[in-house]
């Protein structure tokens, strides 16, 4: 059942009007293991009366069964819902759960304690207005009391209740509590925690948790739950410059065009002037548009349609602000991110990132460093691995708007997608633009490339050949660039061994080096391209996401991939530079086909099978195919 009002049985129109019109907090709680996250937030929702009769017959079973209380009623129970959380005691995944008050309405995840499951505590956090961070009181400030408060600092949450539980176990000790106080009091200063509330408290019994508790008279503060009603962040939002990511353009039919969105930050009137980022353009507010009728003011939370007194060219993704106090625009930042993939951040790979309502191309350089966030402690490091959490420089294919994620949250946080399986892959926070976004920019050029493709006689093109080592890559490019010449073409071949002599020297073959190593070839490639050669690549490029990369450097038709196919077994006896050999024997590791994968393309536009065409014949296929296309 839901919480009990008079108005339920007196004017169930008025309680729903009431109810509609509650504020919306969303919290999370956070600590170690074994601090009582979930028991806490059990006890909330059967305190705030939303457990049905049968959730509490079951309740009552499974507190016999599988509880920690002796067959009392375990509250931890109504949270952790994944069977390996119940069988360990602990909890796994974030668990959302509502309820409500007369006052005010409530989400609260319960995150993970374990160290290993910080993504899913970074999950919970992203969207949270306040953090209750709990401590068992016998034990005090630990290492994942540590990481947890540093990483609710680091996602901007203002609202901190430090939640200092089982003070029944304690002796509900003032003594106690003020010394657990006083250690993280100091150490909420050193990771920018400008102030908290600290509740003692039992959760298991109820002790300040909705009422005040008798067996703390030492205690002034409120107890939790009033505390969390009264916590004022909407007007925090209301009070920052407007922004609305623009999510939909509306267009229903020929007399009628307005940009849809959720107001993000400050407020907005019909007559106020705006400007649409990143193209520069300003405006006026004509009609601030609901399904309910049009508003003289919208405010940050609500989701409106605006339209505009002048034809501007707007998208998905476009960012409207007051023209006053615009955001900025660039395309290079430095970042703080929190890798959430089982496989390893690696500099320079192409990855999509999501900021408010716009998807990007960005690539990650080297990690300037990570952050220990057991001592806080700065460390060097060449990638992130799951878990880990570092500042890096990003750079982006197109500029954004942006503000830093200190003062904005929409316009400040992202994701990184992996752009060939989709998985989310990073969290990360925008600190500030670089310097070199701001003062670099393009130069406009009177020759261009369609003129010097002209002066040739032909199409600029990439022919890309990928394939394991041995497969006869390079022999082929070899005789189709010969081929080529001799029909007048102008040609240009990229050997992965010639370039490694020279241009990337400097390269090794770990998997971020062999990344930068393509990066930079398909950069020159697409120079060579743009002075009108046809460029002969002949590189093993074991990865699909920087061949894709190279791809979409190019415009469409400029790009054709050759598969040059050749089962490992017979790439491995022919061996010609005995690299197998080595590294069967273990005398060369990152070898493709051996301890680093290959990727084998997917739509290759020419695909040519060595183990039944000979060299001279599968360039004879390469080129028949490129004059016809």
Request: hydrophobic share 40%.
């Amino acid at each position: 059942m839901s919480h009990q009002s008079a108005l339920i049985a007196e004017d169930i129109e008025a309680y729903l009007k009431a109810h509609e019109h509650k504020s919306l907090l969303r919290f999370l709680t956070c600590g170690s293991v074994d601090d009582g996250k979930s028991t806490l937030i059990g006890r909330l929702l059967y305190d705030s009366k939303m457990i049905f009769e049968d959730q509490m017959a079951a309740l009552e079973a499974d507190s016999k069964k599988v509880g920690t209380q002796g067959g009392e009623i375990d509250f931890a129970l109504l949270v952790d819902g994944l069977a390996a959380e119940r069988e360990q005691g602990i909890t796994i995944d974030v668990a959302y759960r509502f309820f409500s008050t007369d006052t005010r309405k409530f989400i609260v995840a319960d995150t993970p304690g374990h160290e290993q499951y910080t993504r899913n505590m970074v999950t919970g956090a992203s969207t949270a207005d306040a953090a209750i961070i709990l401590i068992d009181a016998r034990k005090g400030v630990l290492t994942q009391t540590r990481r947890h408060s540093y990483l609710v600092s680091l996602l901007g949450i203002r609202h901190v209740v430090l939640a200092i539980n089982k003070m029944d176990l304690v002796g509900w000790s003032q003594e106690v509590f003020d010394s657990i106080l006083a250690e993280y009091h100091d150490f909420a200063a050193q990771i920018g925690i400008k102030g908290f509330t600290a509740i003692p408290m039992s959760a298991l019994k109820g002790d300040n948790i909705t009422e005040p508790s008798d067996k703390a008279p030492w205690y002034k503060g409120p107890p939790l739950l009033p505390h969390l009603e009264s916590l004022d962040v909407e007007d925090d939002l209301r009070e920052k410059p407007f922004r609305m990511p623009v999510q939909w353009v509306n267009r229903p039919d020929l007399d009628f065009r307005g940009f849809s969105g959720l107001i993000a930050t400050g407020t907005i009137t019909p007559g106020d002037r705006v400007k649409v980022l990143p193209s520069g353009r300003e405006s006026t507010v004509a009609r601030i548009v609901t399904m309910t009728g049009d508003l003289p003011r919208a405010v940050a939370g609500q989701s409106v349609t605006i339209t505009l007194t002048d034809e501007i060219d707007i998208s998905r993704g476009d960012v409207l602000s007051i023209a006053g106090q615009p955001p900025e625009v660039a395309d290079q930042f430095e970042a703080t991110i929190v890798w959430m993939d089982d496989e390893g951040m690696l500099p320079g790979r192409p990855y999509l990132m999501k900021i408010g309502t716009r998807i990007v191309g960005a690539s990650i350089t080297e990690p300037k460093y990570k952050v220990n966030v057991n001592t806080l402690e700065q460390l060097a490091a060449k990638r992130l691995e799951l878990n880990e959490i570092g500042v890096c420089n990003l750079s982006l294919d197109a500029p954004i708007a942006f503000d830093a994620y200190k003062d904005n949250h929409t316009l400040g946080g992202f994701i990184l997608v992996d752009r060939i399986s989709n998985r989310t892959v990073g969290a990360g926070m925008l600190h500030f633009a670089l310097r070199r976004s701001q003062n670099i920019h393009w130069q406009a050029l009177d020759v261009s490339k369609a003129s010097r493709a002209a002066q040739k006689g032909q199409k600029g093109r990439v022919v890309w050949l990928t394939g394991l080592s041995g497969a006869g890559k390079s022999t082929i490019a070899n005789l189709v660039e010969k081929r080529m010449q001799a029909d007048g073409r102008h040609t240009y071949l990229l050997d992965g061994d010639n370039v490694r002599h020279g241009l990337n020297k400097d390269l090794g073959f770990t998997e971020e080096d062999r990344v930068e190593n393509i990066r930079r070839v398909a950069e020159v490639s697409k120079l060579m391209v743009d002075a009108g050669l046809i460029v002969l690549v002949s590189f093993i490029s074991p990865f699909r996401a920087e061949r894709r990369m190279a791809r979409e450097l190019m415009e469409d038709g400029e790009f054709v991939e050759v598969y040059v196919a050749t089962p490992l077994a017979v790439a491995e006896q022919r061996d010609v530079k005995g690299l197998y050999a080595k590294a069967r024997a273990g005398e060369l590791k990152n070898f493709t086909g051996i301890d680093s994968p290959y990727e084998e393309p997917e739509h290759a536009e020419i695909t040519v099978d060595t183990t039944t065409l000979s060299p001279e014949q599968a360039a004879e296929e390469i080129v028949a195919w490129l004059a016809k296309n």
